[in-house]
């Protein structure tokens, strides 16, 4: 198994034919029968996996190089996602805009080497995987979350929370699905589910979905800003489905085809299996 081999199989499983620009081959290897991955791999992490005798490194967050320099660019994925949910094209482009001119601010000038010449000098292969495990996460719960309710016009937010209560992948889990704007009497309206996009979109981005007419965003996280905007405007709700388990959704499903390809997979640092 080479690291190409790896890559290609991720990207195939989120239907997509070339890497992201959060996504990349840091150092390539092969021969790879080991594998340790999990949310943030740094430079601990890839000596942790030299000491244990694992042949390959894999991070969800971008760490290094052009994955962490171009990470803004990757968050044009959310002009077609709101677009998809009927916000026009010309508004979902500028809304968008000054989140990722702020995201752009700070990753130009990040130290994208620190984690990349420690892999290098290791010898480690090393990969970021980022926004492919999240369009497969995004996939499979924006679909049960369809099937659950479509013969429900009045969802409340509760009957959210009790629906993703009920799922494999949170039960039990130290982080809990919670409402972040709203109560739990509220009516849900449609539902959007947003887990791949780089990074939030921010205070415009999510005025716009509410304003296509989206009454409830089931996300990752919501910074504090964004919570604050969106409790202001009073239009609609969210709910948050836990960082750490909501990766895990989309790269155990990687997980668990690299494993049928025959490779020793050790998952850590957040994802929970």
């Known amino acids: 198994m080479t690291t190409t081999n790896l890559m290609n199989t991720a990207l195939k499983l989120a239907k997509l034919d070339a890497m992201p620009y959060d996504t990349n081959i840091i150092v390539e290897g092969k021969d790879i029968k080991k594998v340790l991955i999990g949310i943030d791999m740094e430079t601990p992490e890839l000596l942790l996996a030299q000491q244990m005798g694992y042949d390959c490194v894999v991070s969800h967050h971008p760490k290094a190089d052009s994955c962490i320099v171009d990470f803004s660019k990757v968050m044009d994925v959310q002009i077609d996602r709101m677009v998809k949910s009927g916000v026009p094209i010309n508004k979902a482009?500028?809304?968008?805009?000054?989140k990722q001119q702020s995201v752009d601010l700070g990753s130009h000038a990040s130290n994208y080497d620190r984690v990349s010449s420690?892999?290098?000098?290791?010898?480690?292969?090393?990969?970021?995987?980022?926004?492919?495990?999240d369009f497969i996460t995004e996939e499979i719960v924006q679909t049960r979350l369809d099937k659950a309710f479509e013969t429900k016009?009045?969802?409340?937010?509760?009957?959210?929370?009790?629906?993703l209560n009920s799922w494999e992948y949170y039960v039990g889990k130290t982080a809990q699905p919670v409402i972040r704007v709203g109560s739990p009497s509220d009516y849900a309206g449609k539902i959007e589910v947003l887990m791949a996009g780089g990074t939030n979109g921010g205070v415009d981005v999510y005025k716009s979905y509410f304003e296509a007419g989206v009454g409830t965003i089931i996300a990752m996280h919501v910074p504090e800003d964004v919570k604050k905007a969106v409790q202001e405007q009073n239009i609609g709700n969210i709910i948050i489905a836990p960082h750490m388990p909501s990766d895990s959704i989309g790269l155990l499903e990687i997980v668990k085809a690299w494993r049928k390809e025959g490779v020793e997979v050790t998952c850590i640092s957040g994802i929970v299996e």
């Open 93 to 98: 482009q500028k809304a968008l805009k000054k």
């Open 118 to 133: 420690a892999a290098r000098l290791m010898k480690m292969p090393y990969l970021n995987i980022h926004i492919p495990a």
């Open 153 to 163: 016009a009045k969802t409340k937010l509760k009957d959210i929370i009790e629906e």
